[in-house]
DNA sequence: GATAAGGCTTCCCCTTGCTGGAAGGTCAAC
DNA sequence: GTTGACCTTCCAGCAAGGGGAAGCCTTATC
């Protein structure tokens, strides 16, 4: 099948199955007139991608579970291992963005949001920063 | 002061104070050789850019916030829309994460993780392209 | 004065994972 | 024979910088 069947079929753009192809994470054949031709197995590989990246995982981690994939003598730890490092990466993302939240969070029940100009958003992004106290001052030169 | 003494004192790299200049976020002096002059005003400019994009504001969100910042005009509710919506986006990026952790913890807890080769991690990453090929099975598995 | 160390400059490429577009070849239909 | 839908390659670019080269500038020490 040509790369439009494909990408209907695995649910990725032409464009990501192409690049896919240029990473060598899939290797088409070719038809006389230039158009890539996928298999069966090709077709399975692209959805296979396509949930590992829906889970998150790099390529490069794709790349390891899809050579495991299709590597009848692995063993599972190998896979497990892989899933959990990543498993680890979600968790610290996750911690991150819940620190950054309930930061923000913060600033934003404290603002009125009205049309006055105080604002403690600003004043604790600026927090060491003595407002606009060098305006005046004169240039430093080296 | 030159590159190097607010790197230290805003905590980025000179690196990235380059490139704030490059996109028009700073604007330093010149001395006569050729090095940027940093006033307090651009110090302070750096520092709130820091501790912005360390609540994960885009670049776009820092350069509205350094304008609202420097605007002794502006209303507070132009500042918490922004943080509101910042808010909304890390609040999707963790509703996202979430559901991926999930979704690979339990495959983490059903992989066996030793020499054998079955791994339902491996099986379910898999699960849509032999679905569409041999079992059209009812995938409402709630 | 010479030299070495460190700071500063610009420049361009690399990253991750694609996405868009231009310029053009191919194919099936009308 | 001419649309129009596919397909091809290559080039550019996104966020947000990082790495490192090649080359000035400054300061300290001998």
Redesign the pocket.
């Known amino acids: 099948m040509?790369?439009?069947?494909v990408?209907a079929l695995s649910g990725l753009?032409?464009?990501?199955i192409?690049?896919?192809e240029d990473i060598g994470l899939v290797k088409p054949l070719r038809s006389?007139?230039?158009?890539?031709t996928f298999r069966e197995s090709d077709a399975h590989k692209l959805a296979f991608l396509g949930r590992s990246?829906a889970l998150g995982f790099?390529?490069?981690d794709c790349r390891n579970l899809l050579a495991l994939y299709e590597d009848e003598e692995r063993a599972s730890a190998e896979v497990k291992d892989i899933a959990e490092q990543h498993l680890e990466r979600i968790d610290d993302k996750i911690a991150e963005l819940k620190k950054m939240r309930a930061a923000l969070a913060h600033l934003v029940d404290a603002c009125a949001g009205d049309h006055r100009p105080d604002c403690p958003i600003l004043a604790d992004l600026a927090i060491n920063t003595t407002k606009h106290r060098d305006e005046e001052q004169f240039e430093n030169t080296?």
Not at 13 to 16: D, N, S, V
Not at 32 to 36: E, L, S
Request: overall charge positive; glycine content about 10%; aromatic content about 14%.
């Open positions: 040509n790369i439009g069947d990408a753009p032409a464009k990501t192409r690049y896919y006389t007139n230039g158009y890539r990246r790099s390529i490069e080296a």
